[in-house]
């Protein structure tokens, strides 16, 4: 379990130190901006939609690793998705860290790739704000939500 915790860590580290498709995105079809009033987390999401798939995806922020982390992974985990695929990694991710029962927890991270990493999460109930504050807001960008997200 130490060796899974160690790369776990090593994977989120990676990505708060070298964040991948940060920065914004001009002419971006798609934006919403997250906010945890909270720990101070902020993110902005940028999204370029052609043919029904997201081309490019941006993000902005500032915040904790697991926010940082999360937001870099999701851009990475989107790219090239329809809408309904995005919804429904959404539903997975959120479930995954949400779910009471670690088996369905488990189960709704299995196919999501470095995903899962965030598994752990669900132990600390304050953090998984954190790591879902950037696909509530990703999903906002989609709904074209003209108010920030807010965790609070």
């Keep these: ?3 899974l ?3 776990y860590q090593e994977v989120i580290l990676d990505h708060v130190k070298r964040p ?3 920065g914004a995105l001009a002419g971006a079809s798609h934006r919403a901006d997250g906010d945890n009033p909270l720990c101070g987390d902020k993110v902005t999401i940028f999204l370029s939609i052609e043919d029904g798939r997201i081309a490019d995806v941006r993000f902005q ?3 904790c ?3 940082l982390a999360s937001a870099s992974l999701m851009t990475e985990a989107i790219k090239d998705k329809t809408e309904a695929e995005v919804r429904a990694m959404f539903e997975r991710f959120h479930t995954g860290l949400t779910a ?3 088996e369905d927890a488990a189960n709704a991270l299995a196919d999501l790739d470095k995903l899962a990493v965030f598994g752990g999460v669900r132990e600390f109930p304050v953090r998984v ?3 879902t504050l ?3 807001t990703l999903v906002a960008a989609l709904d074209r939500a003209t108010q920030p997200v807010k965790t609070e």
């Design 20 to 22: 991948r498709n940060s």
């Design 134 to 136: 950037p696909w509530h």
């Design 129 to 131: 704000k954190c790591a």
């Design 5 to 7: 915790r160690d790369l």
């Design 1 to 3: 379990m130490s060796e």
């Design 100 to 102: 009471r029962d670690e």
């Design 61 to 63: 922020g500032r915040g």
């Design 65 to 67: 690793a697991i926010s």
